[in-house]
Every structure is written in C-alpha cells, then in structure tokens.
C-alpha cells in the first residue's frame, strides 16, 4: 500500500499531477491542498510531477484532494487495471469485491463481471497500487490477477476452469455417494426399504460418520469464503450455505450424542438435510462451473482462430516463425488451406480468402496484389505473399476482440437494479431469517404447530421436534432458498452471449448499453453517401438515338473520357471497362471548361458534355432535352453525346445504391422503426435517392456540423435514433444519437466512432444490430422476471406461509434443489441466444448460400 | 494489515458484538415474560442463533462505517 501511517489516523498518500509548468504552479497546489481541512503537510514536487499529502484520514480523503487540485486547473491522471478474479459465484460476490475495492482511498471505479471473472478498476496510482487493490480482493477469498491477453490468456482460463472443475468433481465424488447413504439410511423405516436396506445403515452413529465428512470436505469452501467475507464486513452466499449447512448440522450432533438436549431427539437427526443441503450446493457449483464461460464462447473461439506460426521470408531464406514474432514489414507466405497469422498486404500471388470469422459474410473475398489481407482469415485454394503491416496487438482480431471484452465488463443500465437487490440481499436475508425464526420461537409453533407436520415431498415426520428445532428449521430453509445466484447472473451472461453473437456476425457492441440501447431504439438515420450509396458515381443510364448502337456510345464516350480526371469520365470508363469494351487512345483531346469534352478517334469527333456544349457547336439534340429532364428528376448526372455533329445519345451517372440498403430499410419499417436519409446533397438528388431506397424523411443540404443538430431534433421528438455513418466525418452526428453505428469500418476497428461498429459494408448489418440488441434485452428480461420470480415465490414459501394451511414445509434440500436449478435455468436460458441468427443471416441459412461457390470481389 | 486497519477491525467488533449481544439479551427477555413455557435447551439454543444472525447482520454495517470513519 502506497499510504503510510504515520500517527493517529494520519495517513500520506503520493497523488500525480499533470500540467504543472513552474514554481507558482507548485506553489498553487500545495496552497489549494493545505487549505482542506484536515491536510497536515504538502510536498509538491515539479519534476516528478508528484504531490505527497499527509492529511489526517478522519477529516478528507482522497477523492476531496483530487477534486480541489481539478478546480484549479491541474488534472489527477487515472490508471486502469484489468484484473481475472477467480472464485465467485454469485452476484453478492460481485457486490462484495465492488465493495471492499471501492473502500480503498483513491479507487475511483470498479465494475466486476461475473461470468468473464474480471474487474476493471480505475483509480489514482499514489494513493493506492495494484498489489494493494489485488492483496484486498485475494484477502475476501478470492485469486485476482492481472489479466492476460491473446493465447495465454486462452491457456490460464482454460487451466482455472479445469481446476475448479476438478475441485467441484472431488467433491461431488465425495457429496453424492455418501448423501445417498445417508438419505437410504434415514428412510430405511419407510416404503419397501426395511426389506432390502440393511438394519445397520439406520444407525445414528453410522449417519453422523457419513454425514461429518460431508459438511467439513465439500462443505469447507463454504465456512472459509463466509468467514474470509464476514470479517471484512462483506457478505456473499457462501453466508447463506454456511449457516443453513452448520445449523443443520450442529442439530443432527447434538440429537446423535445428547438425544435429551431437547431438540427434538433422535427423531430429528436431520442428517439428510445436512448432507443433501451440502450436495445439492456442490451440484449447484459443479454445473457453473461446467457451463460458466460457455455464453463467451465466440470471443474464445476468435482466440483459438489465431495462427500460431507464420512463415516468413527473412534475409532470402523462408523460415517458420512464431506469429507473435512477425514484425512489420515481414514478407509472409502463405499457403492452400493455411490460416493468414497478421494484418497484410499481398504482394504476390493469387487466392481466395474465407473472413467469414472476421465479418461475418459467408462469401470467400478474392485476393490479389494489393488487396489486403486480415490475420485468423483462412486462405481457401491459392497461396500469395503478402507484407505484415498489423502485429500483435494492433491486428484486427486483436482489437476486436478487446473490444468485446470491455463490452463485456461494462454493465447495462437495466443491471443496476439487479446489482443493487443482490447486493443488499445477504444482509436482507438474514435479517429475513432472524424475523422468521422469532415469528415461529414465540408465535407460530403455539398457534400452528401439528404432530403431524411434514416436509414436501418426502415422508419424514417432524411429530418430535420441539419449538426451537422447528423454528430453526424453517429459518435455515429461508437462508438457503434465498441466495440470488439466479440474478447476478441474469445480465452479464446474457450480455455476454449477445456481444459475443453480434462479434460472430461483423457486428462490435462496445458496451453493455449500447446493446441495451439498440434494443430499445425506434428511429434510425442513414448518412447518404457512403452509407446507403456506393460512395463513387457509376453508370447507370444509356440512352441512344436512331443509327447509334448502345455499346459504341459507351465505348467512344469512354475513349474521349480516357484522359479525363473528373469523376464523371472514369465513372464513364469504370462502366465502359466493366462491359468488357477496349478503350483505345485518342487522336486528339481537348477538355472545355464548364461544358465537357471533344476528342478525335478514327477521323470521328466525339463531343460528351452538357446542354451548352450542345449549343455552343450548334447541335440539334431533339427530343433528348425531355429525357435528360427525366434523368435529372432521378437525381443522376445525364450527359449528351453527339458523334461527328449528330446527337448519339445520353450517358446518365450517379452515385448508386449499396447492395442491399433497399431491403435492409424495408425490414426496418417492418420492425416498427422510423427511417431518415440525412446528406448534404441538393434536395433533389436526396429524394431521388430516397425514393429509390424507400424512405421519406430526407433531411437534405446539411452541413456536416448541422448533422448532429438534426439527430437532436429528432430526438426532441421523443425519438430514440440512431445515426447510421461512415465513422470519421459524421463523428458528432454518431456522438449525439443515442445509438451511433459505423458502418463499414472494414478491419480499422480501433480508429471508429461510435457505439457500434460493423466490420462489413453492409447496411443489412444496421438491423442484425437492433435484432441482436433486441433478443439479448429479451432474454435479460426473461432471466430477470425468472429469477425474481424465484425469489419472490421461494422465500414466503420457505418462511411456512403455507404451513398454517397445509401442515407442509420446504425442507432444507428441497431448497437448496431450488437454488441450483434457479441458477441452472437462467444459464440454460441464456444459452439459448447462441443458435439466435439475425434474420438475414437466417435467410441466407435457408437459401443455402454457402461459403465455397463464388468469391467476392478483392477489397 | 495496518495499524489503522486493525484499529478499525477492533473498534468494529466493539460495535458490532455489542449490537448483537444487546438483540439476544433482549430475546432472553421476551422467553421470560411472554407467557409461553420454554425448555432450558430452547432458550440457549435460541439466544445463540439469535446472536450469531444478529452477528452476521451487524458485521457488514458496522465494518465499513468504522473503516470509513478512521480509515478516511
């Protein structure tokens, strides 16, 4: 720890301060620190960058220190750690390590995911360090470290959940065989089982020998996370189990060794409950352990993508290297049916590349020189070179996959009522059972209590206990039913298996809220250009005059736009060279400004420009004026073409529609959400292309400041939006919306903006976003209403609220059964989001596109 | 553990046994004047469940309440 006592309560912690340039810099802080009360001694020292604060603990703290030094200017650098916190189990151990870590002066956050076991804490490094906040959280009976990345990350988590799986194994070896016996001993009076049970096994001496290592082998975790807890001022569930299992068992004790105690005697042993109690927890730990990890899967599954070696060229000479070990600028080989290690280029070779883990998109992409190539991708049938220019930590993979983990270790507002019951529960409970065992000490067993009192489901009768046995029976029932293990689990698993799901598909949530945020939005706004369009004009009309054929058009007016630069005449030539036409110099070319262009070809004069040009060489263009009307109604740049003093035609350009934008705005409408086209095109080209793309609020000639005013509005409205754009230009519009998505971020995911990021180009991608959003919030509420439900139903009915009514109670094990299957079912629940699809991808699924038949275009 | 962390921890058992033995006395006392006839056995037994819920609710508070107060 970094603070040191030095008498009473004074401690000294070391803050850093940033932006101190002089003396009177110092001069300010040490003045601004002196004057908290309860500040002693001030050193502040300028190189360092570092002020030492003796201050009398009692009086101010740190957060008090920080703040006074940010009101006059300076900054307090926070630091972050990642730590993996091995051993909880249950949302109370969440709330627990939260707690004692945010007790630590100068802890500023913490959040704790449960099912990914780890804590991201921010703090000021001076007053506190790392090894203090991990020595305070292994302290609550807990491991933490510092988390790893990448492979090794892969192989420690592997080992912990194999050790802890072992462990809950053993003691499942041990909990069942023996709480079998017991249990066939305790019944052996009833049904057929005096015929086949031998006498022996009834024996109470025998009973509490089976049942002693039970409660002290599987049963111990419990007594040493409670007490390691307890003493620290935090509770967990580990409380709960300890007490229900102690109590049951000190019960059975002094009813086998001093039957005249008064506690019922030797008819109310209770060594089943003790010893099915214990096993029916173990079981409850085994299967989290069997399935906790699982709803991550698709973020191990990217891990376990990573090449390990790669082959490079180095000094002539093709040698086989680690892949960590590429370096940039490595020459890499790679061959048929090899996964591609790095982040590249290719320089040579020709093949086709499967980046269905990366994107999402089932289709192999064609690779060529110049294409780049993204590492965990997996080469299909050809073998290249290609030149690393992402490593390590910068590879595509790399970032996604950090960014799905700090999705993951965010938390969704809809947590923090969750949080906040588990958190308070332990105490509440027990408070709970306190209440209920003085209820039936002084009320209940005079006023209801019957001879002839039975548990549920079972044939064991409570006629000799006596009012504290009774009392303490429904009491420990109460402890044991109430753990919330169901709802710490309720959100982060499902969290979890919906940002891993949204990764499968090219879709990076990053964080809790964006996910809940997407489910909950009604209103979504598209950037025009290069989000619904292509981004590049291309070709998309050819209208020709009586004489002149379609192709020739094209081809002459690609040969005149040859030596062009303006985007129209490549768009012209781009569209001329797709139709497979060759285009052959010119004789002669001449470019007339604000009008078009003439060339020469073979003794023919090309003339390709706008009405002026028509009309400045005295062209006769008919009836093309009303067709080039229509075409500008459309939105699309039309433009004339006469041939040696003739008008041959019309070539109309415009930026087009991306593949699918049509049916992805469609299905959008069908799902209830508000579409809008923002740009800051002219209105007419905006509605042309709304029209196309079937949208009818256009929000046209806005300035690419004024986006993010617009998104406002909308909002205004009451409406939820998100501002769909290409991530760099429309950076405020994405910030203002509630939601914003980048789209198209191919594998640059580090540099974009926004709260969701797509990897494709695909605006189909915008709705797999909210539907994924959407299924994940569903299961959170399903898990949610479930666990509440379980805790609301179990506990009055472990209390003997029937009792009264039915003679009946809920056994100890009965409740912990309970307990398990709560937690189990929410696991299982949430499971169920991993065969979710978005429904593209379920009707791509049902069309049978699969990956082999036909490569896509090199990126 | 330092040494304000173990006065804390002192001063905390203090509160907290304090608290707890307070709740059984009065649970001791209700036993005798509630009309109701209890066994030796009922009674112990119940002021020692008594006492340890009671321990197990009060530590939680009382810790960090005390820890805060010296520790800052």
């Known amino acids: ?859 | 553990m330092n040494e304000l962390e173990a006065k804390a921890a002192r001063q905390a058992s203090v509160v907290y046994t304090t608290v707890s033995l307070a709740i059984t006395l009065l649970f001791l006392v209700i036993t005798l004047f509630d009309g109701n006839t209890y066994t030796a056995v009922a009674r112990i037994g119940g002021m020692i469940w008594v006492f340890i819920l009671s321990m197990i609710v009060s530590m939680p508070i009382v810790i960090p309440v005390v820890k805060k107060k010296i520790m800052g």
């Open chain 1, 1 to 859: 720890m970094s603070e040191t006592t030095r008498s009473g309560n004074l401690v000294q912690a070391s803050l850093p301060v940033q932006g101190m340039t002089c003396a009177a810099c110092v001069a300010k802080v040490e003045k601004t620190l002196k004057s908290i009360a309860g500040v002693q001694e001030v050193h502040v020292n300028l190189l360092s960058g570092k002020a030492a604060v003796a201050y009398a603990s009692d009086q101010t703290g740190v957060p008090q220190m920080v703040k006074a030094i940010q009101d006059v200017g300076y900054e307090v650098p926070e630091e972050e750690i990642l730590l993996t916190v091995r051993g909880m189990t249950c949302a109370a151990c969440v709330a627990k390590v939260e707690k004692a870590v945010k007790g630590l002066p100068g802890v500023t956050s913490v959040v704790v995911n449960l099912p990914a076991e780890f804590a991201k804490v921010k703090f000021y490094p001076g007053a506190v360090d790392k090894t203090r906040i991990k020595k305070e959280i292994n302290a609550l009976g807990y491991e933490a470290s510092e988390k790893v990345t990448g492979q090794e990350a892969l192989d420690r988590e592997k080992e912990a959940r194999q050790k802890e799986l072992r462990y809950q194994t053993r003691n499942m070896w041990i909990a069942w065989p023996l709480a079998s016996l017991v249990m066939i001993g305790m019944f052996r009076d009833y049904w057929i089982l005096p015929y086949i049970v031998p006498k022996f096994l009834g024996n109470v001496y025998l009973l509490w020998a089976l049942t002693t290592p039970i409660a002290f082998i599987p049963g111990w975790q419990f007594f040493k996370h409670s007490w390691n807890g307890l003493k620290r001022g935090a509770t967990d569930m580990n409380l709960l189990y300890a007490t229900g299992i102690g109590a049951a068992y000190i019960i059975a004790t002094i009813n086998t060794f001093w039957p005249d105690a008064g506690f019922g005697g030797r008819g109310a042993t209770f060594f089943e409950s003790a010893a099915l109690l214990t096993a029916f927890i173990v079981l409850g730990r085994f299967l989290e352990a069997l399935t906790r990890g699982r709803t991550s899967e698709s973020i191990r599954k990217l891990m376990s993508l990573q090449a390990k070696t790669a082959r490079v060229i180095r000094k002539g000479q093709e040698m086989e290297i680690a892949a960590d070990e590429v370096e940039i600028g490595d020459i890499v080989v790679v061959r048929p049916g090899e996964s591609i290690p790095v982040d590249g280029e290719v320089t040579e070779g020709y093949s086709v590349v499967d980046e269905a883990m990366i994107t999402g998109e089932s289709m192999p992409v064609e690779k060529r020189l110049g294409s780049q190539v993204t590492g965990a991708t997996l080469n299909k049938n050809g073998s290249f070179k290609f030149r690393a220019i992402r490593v390590g930590s910068e590879t595509a993979l790399a970032q996604i996959i950090k960014m799905v983990e700090d999705a993951q270790a965010s938390k969704a507002p809809i947590q923090k009522l969750a949080d906040f019951v588990a958190g308070h529960f332990i105490a509440g409970v027990h408070v709970l059972a306190l209440i209920v065992f003085v209820f039936w000490f002084f009320i209940g067993y005079a006023s209801f209590f019957s001879p002839a009192s039975r548990f549920v489901l079972s044939p064991y009768s409570l006629a000799q206990v006596g009012v504290f046995g009774f009392s303490l029976l429904l009491s420990v029932t109460t402890l044991i039913i109430s753990c919330p293990c169901a709802l710490g689990l309720a959100t982060p698993s499902a969290i979890m298996a919906g940002t891993g799901k949204g990764a499968e598909n090219g879709i990076l949530f990053k964080g809790a809220d964006s996910v809940e945020a997407s489910s909950k939005l009604n209103a979504v706004v598209f950037d025009k250009t290069g989000t619904l369009t292509k981004g590049e004009p291309s070709v998309t009309d050819i209208y020709v005059t009586a004489g002149f054929a379609r192709s020739d058009v094209l081809k002459l007016a690609a040969i005149a736009e040859k030596s062009s630069e303006h985007p129209l005449g490549e768009a012209i030539v781009r569209g001329a060279k797709e139709e497979g036409l060759s285009i052959e110099d010119t004789d002669d070319f001449e470019a007339i400004p604000g009008k078009g262009v003439r060339a020469g070809y073979q003794g023919q004069t090309i003339l390709l420009g706008n009405r002026r040009l028509m009309q400045h060489q005295n062209i006769n263009i008919g009836n093309l004026d009303e067709k080039m009307e229509q075409l500008e109604g459309e939105g699309k740049t039309a433009m004339l073409m006469a041939i040696d003093g003739k008008a041959a035609g019309i070539i109309a350009v415009a930026d087009t529609l991306k593949e699918n934008a049509k049916v992805a705005v469609e299905r959008l409408h069908q799902m209830g959400v508000q579409v809008a086209m923002i740009t800051g095109d002219n209105r007419r080209t905006a509605e042309a292309i709304a029209r196309q793309v079937g949208i009818k609020t256009v929000l046209a000639e806005v300035l690419p400041q004024d986006k993010a005013a617009e998104v406002k509005k909308l909002q205004e409205k009451g409406l939820k939006v998100a501002m769909v754009g290409d991530g760099i230009n429309d950076a405020p519009a994405l910030a203002q919306a509630h939601v914003g998505i980048a789209i198209g971020s191919g594998t640059d995911v580090a540099k974009e903006t926004g709260d969701i990021i797509l990897i494709k180009d695909d605006i189909r991608d915008v709705v797999g976003a909210i539907e994924i959003g959407r299924a994940t919030m569903r299961k959170i509420k399903q898990n949610l209403v479930w666990a509440f439900v379980y805790n609301l139903t179990g506990i009055p009915l472990a209390a003997g609220i029937l009792y009264p009514f039915t003679g009946l109670l809920v056994s100890p094990e009965l409740a912990s059964f309970f307990m398990a299957m709560s937690s189990l079912s929410v696991t299982m629940n949430t499971l169920l989001l991993k065969s979710y699809q978005p429904s593209f991808r379920r009707e791509q699924g049902k069309s049978g596109r699969h990956p082999s038949p036909r490569p896509q275009p090199a990126r």
